[in-house]
């Protein structure tokens, strides 16, 4: 079913951006001074926002559209767990977002990099929900 494996290959590359930022990015990040650490973070928070909402929109989309086309809930689940990921990142992130976008980098300090540490165990959070809805996708499709 072509919706299935749409939802799959969404659900896939948001899961992997979200994995490759908790193993790679996140603690290189860390390694950082605090104002290189705030400088590389916004960046990449920046060309995220351009990738990463559409990724999961997508896969929830599709997944919604493989559970109306299969009648198998587990495609809608799947679905909801990647969908999980905007309310997280809205209510549960963004007002660490928002402090660390009002950060300017001569500010950084250590209360930016609590904020850079306390965003890395929420993004872990959105990692877990993302894998979660591609093995949901993953399983759906073996039937």
């Known amino acids: 079913m072509w ?10 590359l948001f899961a992997g951006g979200a994995l490759h930022v908790a193993l790679a990015e996140q603690p290189a990040r860390l390694a950082l001074n605090p104002e290189a650490m705030l400088i590389q ?3 990449s928070f920046t060309r995220a926002q351009r990738s990463a909402p559409a990724q999961a929109i997508l896969g929830v989309g599709l997944g919604l559209a493989a559970w109306w086309m299969s009648g198998r809930l587990v495609w809608a ?7 999980a990921n905007i309310p997280f990142t809205l209510i549960l992130i963004g007002s660490t977002n928002r402090q660390l976008l009002a950060t300017a980098p001569a500010e950084a300090g250590p209360a ?3 904020l850079v540490e306390k965003w890395g ?11 979660a809805a591609t093995g949901a996708f993953a ?4 039937k």
Do not use: E, P
């Open 41 to 43: 973070w916004k960046a």
């Open 121 to 131: 165990r929420l993004h872990a959070g959105r990692t877990v929900l993302a894998l």
């Open 139 to 142: 399983w759906a499709g073996l």
């Open 77 to 83: 689940f799947g679905a909801v767990l990647l969908g």
């Open 112 to 114: 930016s990099r609590a």
């Open 3 to 12: 919706a299935g494996q749409l939802a799959l290959i969404a659900a896939a």
